[in-house]
């Protein structure tokens, strides 16, 4: 066990060691992924182990991985249904790492015999091995992770700076095109439209020098919000002209933000991107901002497909789509990274099928708030 590194290698390993050893006819061997156990490998069991997923705390498996706490029962009088399997004896021994829990190991039916107090304890020991084995997978994977992450932000950040400078470029020439005099309307129009798809590629260059420096640097502007609002408006508009999408803005309370005007922009753009990106061709997308005694409130919100619950804790997770077609993965994490640098949060509601509602509260006066929470 100690000499292998791949979970998809070592898991059947333990697997085959401890159902030759104690003598079962099935066992099966599951792991923790959020709110989850997901079995990872088994033998005895005719079923696909990648589609077995079990909420903790349900059934025997499930409780056993949310209380730590061991399972033995030999039953003579009832038999109990493991994955469609009826079985009369059963064994369910948590995988611990210290006080965490990693999993569970199950095991169902000893071959003429029932389980006995030895057989507990050698269980024991198998899981603990196991979970030693699966601790050291996730730490070197997490080290190989971080040291990928390390080359790829230097190069993200190379390439992202040589972007940044031919988009400022670009966007001179636009501004002075529209200078011009006597444009046509359809040239205007797509002047507009190319300066609002520059604008998403600026954010997304942005997008990637934030992530690789980790790091999130405020310059202070004042502004209004309803000004903030009137360019997102025009830009959603144009990116819904050719579709049944209806963006509906509205201002509750006009504040007077004093925070970094060009990252606040940022992140109600991307939001509102996502928000439009999730709608089939048609529905709305509901851009409001209210105040809040010295939080401003931005909501969006979206009557698109909705997030299930298992996907919502991931959002924020760095390259995590959520099977969007397209995107890095960045844009929520650094909308995160954005928000918490203004000292404030970002929430997200959703029901499957019928919207998604994003809500974010910052301070309206960023070096105000800062400043009178540091002396509190």
């Keep these: 066990m100690n000499s292998m590194f791949e979970l998809h290698n070592l ?23 959020d709110e989850y156990l997901k079995m990872y490998a088994h033998a005895g069991f005719e079923v696909d182990h990648s589609s077995v997923h079990i909420r903790l705390g349900d059934g025997i498996a499930g409780k056993v991985a949310k209380t730590g706490i061991e399972v033995m029962s030999n039953k003579t009088d009832t038999e109990n249904d493991v994955l469609g399997y009826q079985t009369s004896s059963f064994m369910s021994v ?24 030895d057989d507990v304890k050698i269980a024991r020991y198998i899981a603990s091995q196991c979970a030693l084995g699966v601790d050291r997978f996730n730490m070197y994977s997490d080290m190989r992770k971080s040291e990928n992450l390390r080359v790829i932000g230097t190069l993200n950040s190379a390439i992202a700076h040589d972007i940044k400078n ?45 992530f690789s420096r980790q790091r999130v640097s405020i310059s202070i502007e004042t502004f209004r919000i309803s000004e903030l609002f009137d360019e997102i408006r025009k830009h959603a508009n144009i990116m819904t002209r050719d579709t049944d999408i209806h ?29 439009i990106d999730a709608l089939p061709g048609t529905g709305t997308v509901r851009l409001t901002a209210g105040k809040d005694g010295d939080i401003c409130v931005i909501k969006v919100r979206d009557t698109g497909k909705g997030i299930c619950s298992e996907n919502i804790k991931k959002l924020f997770l760095p390259f995590f789509t959520s099977g969007k077609t397209k995107g890095t993965g960045l844009g929520l994490a650094i909308v995160k990274m954005i928000v918490e640098a ?11 099928g019928v919207y ?15 400043e009178l929470h540091r002396q509190g």
């Design 94 to 117: 948590p995988l611990k790492k210290g006080d965490k829990i990693l999993g569970v190991l199950n095991l169902t039916d000893k071959e003429d015999d029932f389980f006995t107090e």
């Design 11 to 33: 898991l059947p390993a333990i697997i085959n060691i401890a159902k030759e050893y104690l003598g079962v006819k099935r066992i099966s061997l599951m792991l923790i992924e």
């Design 247 to 275: 963006v509906d803005v509205k201002v509750l309370d006009d504040i007077i933000m004093k925070v970094d005007r060009g990252k606040i922009f940022r992140v109600i753009f991307n939001l509102v991107s996502n928000a």
């Design 342 to 352: 203004h000292c404030g949060t970002i929430d997200v509601d959703s029901e499957e």
């Design 166 to 210: 031919l988009l400022n470029i670009v966007q001179s020439y636009l501004e002075l095109m529209a200078l011009e005099k006597d444009i046509k309307p359809e040239m205007q129009e797509y002047i507009d439209a190319i300066h609002s798809e520059v604008k998403r590629i600026h954010g997304l260059t942005m997008d990637i020098l934030d």
């Design 356 to 370: 998604t509602e994003f809500t974010v509260r910052i301070p309206f006066n960023y070096e105000s708030f800062k």
